[in-house]
């Protein structure tokens, strides 16, 4: 798997890469001890960071401490939350996740405006051309197809 990490981005792309995970593992594992829930938690923000970095989108981790707040309120000194309290919990943290990077509203703006923008001109030079019946299916089936071959999507 390493190997086509290395074949997918240049090599200035992976030294960026790299400086980053080595910031991360200093941040998270330099004389600590982790717990395995720990351990995946680094993980997730790592990949996260890496992700921000690089404009892919990601769904943005919730921070310990808004985790631990939530537990707390809703627990109350309990091993374990009820069923509707994990499900209040979810919900709340649900409100508070967001989307990082520009891939999806990127990609949205292209598949939409494209076609969008294709039929606007064609309508506005020469309308009886091509009936938009045709068009604006043909223009976003090769905006699909442009976004595949540049690994958009």
Do not use: W
Request: charged fraction near 25%.
């Amino acid at each position: 798997m390493g190997q086509a990490a290395n074949k997918l981005t240049s090599g200035n792309d992976f030294g960026k890469k790299g400086e980053k995970v080595k910031e991360c593992y200093f941040e998270h594992f330099e004389g600590k001890m982790l717990s395995e829930s720990e351990f995946y938690r680094a993980i997730c923000v790592t990949v996260e960071k890496l992700n921000k970095d690089q404009g892919y989108t990601q769904v943005k981790t919730i921070d310990e401490e808004t985790l631990k707040e939530k537990y707390n309120h809703y627990c109350r000194g309990r091993a374990k939350p009820t069923f509707d309290e994990f499900m209040t919990i979810v919900n709340d943290l649900e409100k508070q996740m967001e989307l990082t990077g520009l891939g999806v509203k990127e990609t949205l703006l292209y598949i939409f405006g494209v076609p969008a923008s294709a039929t606007f001109i064609k309508n506005a030079l020469m309308p009886s051309l091509v009936s938009n019946e045709i068009l604006i299916p043909g223009m976003t089936s090769l905006t699909v197809l442009v976004l595949a071959k540049l690994k958009k999507i």
